[in-house]
Protein backbone atom coordinates (compact mmCIF):
# COMPACT_ATOMS: atom_id res chain seq x y z
CA UNK A 1 0.00 0.00 0.00
CA UNK A 2 1.47 2.74 -1.45
CA UNK A 3 1.09 6.46 1.26
CA UNK A 4 1.94 9.68 0.26
CA UNK A 5 2.31 12.29 3.69
CA UNK A 6 1.78 16.22 3.68
CA UNK A 7 3.77 18.54 5.79
CA UNK A 8 3.70 21.78 6.30
CA UNK A 9 1.12 24.11 5.57
CA UNK A 10 -0.72 27.01 8.00
CA UNK A 11 -1.50 30.38 8.36
CA UNK A 12 0.38 33.59 6.94
CA UNK A 13 0.25 36.90 6.36
CA UNK A 14 0.78 38.15 2.73
CA UNK A 15 4.24 37.99 1.73
CA UNK A 16 5.11 35.76 3.83
CA UNK A 17 6.86 31.77 3.13
CA UNK A 18 5.93 28.87 3.72
CA UNK A 19 7.19 25.32 2.84
CA UNK A 20 4.98 22.01 2.54
CA UNK A 21 6.11 18.67 2.22
CA UNK A 22 5.20 15.00 1.05
CA UNK A 23 6.83 11.75 1.19
CA UNK A 24 5.28 8.40 -0.64
CA UNK A 25 5.83 5.41 1.55
CA UNK A 26 4.97 1.73 0.70
CA UNK A 27 6.26 -0.59 -1.78
CA UNK A 28 7.51 1.64 -4.74
CA UNK A 29 9.50 1.00 -7.60
CA UNK A 30 9.75 4.16 -10.03
CA UNK A 31 8.04 6.95 -9.36
CA UNK A 32 7.52 9.37 -12.61
CA UNK A 33 6.02 12.89 -12.14
CA UNK A 34 5.64 14.63 -8.79
CA UNK A 35 3.84 18.04 -8.05
CA UNK A 36 0.82 19.72 -6.10
CA UNK A 37 -2.53 20.65 -6.93
CA UNK A 38 -4.57 23.45 -4.94
CA UNK A 39 -8.23 23.57 -4.36
CA UNK A 40 -9.69 27.07 -3.22
CA UNK A 41 -13.48 26.88 -2.08
CA UNK A 42 -15.36 25.31 -5.25
CA UNK A 43 -15.00 22.59 -7.84
CA UNK A 44 -11.81 23.40 -9.98
CA UNK A 45 -8.59 21.90 -8.77
CA UNK A 46 -5.39 23.58 -10.08
CA UNK A 47 -2.27 22.50 -11.04
CA UNK A 48 0.14 24.32 -9.18
CA UNK A 49 3.98 22.92 -10.13
CA UNK A 50 5.23 19.49 -11.12
CA UNK A 51 8.03 17.80 -11.21
CA UNK A 52 9.45 15.09 -13.60
CA UNK A 53 11.69 12.08 -13.19
CA UNK A 54 13.94 13.73 -15.16
CA UNK A 55 13.91 17.13 -13.00
CA UNK A 56 11.81 19.10 -15.04
CA UNK A 57 9.49 21.71 -13.39
CA UNK A 58 5.96 23.16 -14.61
CA UNK A 59 4.65 26.12 -12.88
CA UNK A 60 1.40 27.56 -12.89
CA UNK A 61 1.15 31.08 -14.07
CA UNK A 62 0.24 32.32 -10.99
CA UNK A 63 2.95 30.73 -9.24
CA UNK A 64 5.73 31.54 -11.67
CA UNK A 65 8.65 33.44 -9.99
CA UNK A 66 7.50 33.14 -6.29
CA UNK A 67 7.17 29.02 -5.74
CA UNK A 68 9.93 26.69 -6.47
CA UNK A 69 9.52 22.76 -6.22
CA UNK A 70 11.86 20.20 -5.43
CA UNK A 71 12.11 16.51 -5.34
CA UNK A 72 14.35 13.90 -3.56
CA UNK A 73 14.25 10.69 -5.01
CA UNK A 74 16.31 9.36 -2.65
CA UNK A 75 13.89 10.04 0.05
CA UNK A 76 10.57 9.71 -2.48
CA UNK A 77 9.55 13.22 -1.52
CA UNK A 78 8.70 15.98 -2.67
CA UNK A 79 8.34 19.92 -1.42
CA UNK A 80 7.04 23.22 -2.49
CA UNK A 81 8.61 26.33 -1.21
CA UNK A 82 6.30 29.16 -1.54
CA UNK A 83 7.22 32.84 -1.02
CA UNK A 84 5.97 36.00 -1.65
CA UNK A 85 2.55 34.75 -0.69
CA UNK A 86 -0.56 36.24 -1.14
CA UNK A 87 -4.08 35.55 -0.06
CA UNK A 88 -5.42 34.07 -3.53
CA UNK A 89 -3.05 31.72 -2.74
CA UNK A 90 -5.23 30.73 -0.02
CA UNK A 91 -5.79 26.77 -0.79
CA UNK A 92 -5.89 22.98 0.59
CA UNK A 93 -2.66 22.24 -1.37
CA UNK A 94 -2.37 18.04 -2.73
CA UNK A 95 0.94 16.60 -3.34
CA UNK A 96 -0.04 13.75 -5.88
CA UNK A 97 2.91 11.02 -7.35
CA UNK A 98 2.75 8.70 -10.58
CA UNK A 99 4.06 5.66 -8.86
CA UNK A 100 4.12 2.04 -10.83
CA UNK A 101 1.30 3.64 -13.13
CA UNK A 102 -0.97 4.79 -10.67
CA UNK A 103 -1.59 8.37 -8.99
CA UNK A 104 -1.37 8.72 -5.66
CA UNK A 105 -2.52 12.02 -3.48
CA UNK A 106 -1.49 13.17 -0.55
CA UNK A 107 -4.05 13.96 2.02
CA UNK A 108 -4.20 17.61 1.70
CA UNK A 109 -2.86 20.59 3.79
CA UNK A 110 -4.52 24.00 4.20
CA UNK A 111 -2.55 27.12 3.89
CA UNK A 112 -4.31 30.45 4.43
CA UNK A 113 -2.65 34.09 3.48
CA UNK A 114 -4.03 36.90 5.10
CA UNK A 115 -3.95 40.32 4.02
Known amino acids: QVQLVESGGGLVQAGGSLRLSCAASGTIFRINAMGWYRQAPGPQRELVAQVTSGGSTNYADSVKGRFSISRDNAKNSVALQMNSLKPDDTAVYYC?????????WGQGTQVTVSS
Open 96 to 104: YADIDGHRY
